[in-house]
């Protein structure tokens, strides 16, 4: 049992954060990741720009440094794009490891990207678009990996849930 008494074997630690077995959608009431017509709801893309900002060429203006608390949700700033360097930091923090070489041409061959390869906010949504046609639990994932909760709202930088985390991973099935 955790410090609040559930038992980490049979809920949730984080109630917001999805199960891999969950049914897409059936948690989601009243926030949806694609609207009526398919495209990125309005939500979601407030939620990409805050991501892809965190990691953009140049750097939003208003980007905290060090341990400031992040009040404000992040806005790119116009022709911003992920250098190879930002597009290696994303892919870690969302998924623990960098896209492969040949992940990254894909990416250069098949979305908006600069002249010199640069992956836009443009491209960054085309790869949200794919994902959450294909696996909108992967995309709850990200978002909640980046400290977003299923109502869409920023609710941690979840570094203080790393710590709970590895306490609880031997009692957590894989």
């Not at 410090?3 to 954060?17: H, L, N």
């Not at 203006?61 to 116009?78: F, I, Q």
Request: hydrophobic share 30%; charged share 30%; aromatic share 6%.
């Amino acid at each position: 049992m955790d410090g609040d008494g559930v038992d980490a074997g049979t809920q949730s630690p984080r109630p917001e954060t999805p199960e891999p077995s969950s049914i897409q959608g059936r948690r989601n009431t009243g926030v949806q990741l694609l609207d009526d017509d398919g495209s990125i709801s309005d939500q979601l893309e407030t939620c990409l720009k805050h991501i892809f900002a965190k990691y953009c060429v140049p750097q939003p203006p208003n980007l905290p440094s060090g341990d400031e608390k992040r009040v404000a949700l992040l806005e790119p700033p116009p022709n911003a794009y992920l250098s190879p360097e930002g597009l290696d930091a994303w892919a870690r923090d969302t998924n623990g490891a960098p896209f492969s070489q040949e992940t990254k041409d894909e990416l250069v061959e098949f979305l908006d990207v600069t002249d010199d390869g640069g992956l836009t906010f443009k491209g960054f949504l085309q790869i949200y678009q794919l994902q959450t046609e294909n696996d909108e639990e992967e995309t709850w994932r990200d978002l909640s990996n980046h400290g977003f909760d299923r109502m869409l709202k920023l609710v941690a930088t979840r570094r203080e849930e790393v710590e709970v985390d590895m306490e609880d991973a031997s009692n957590v099935p894989s």
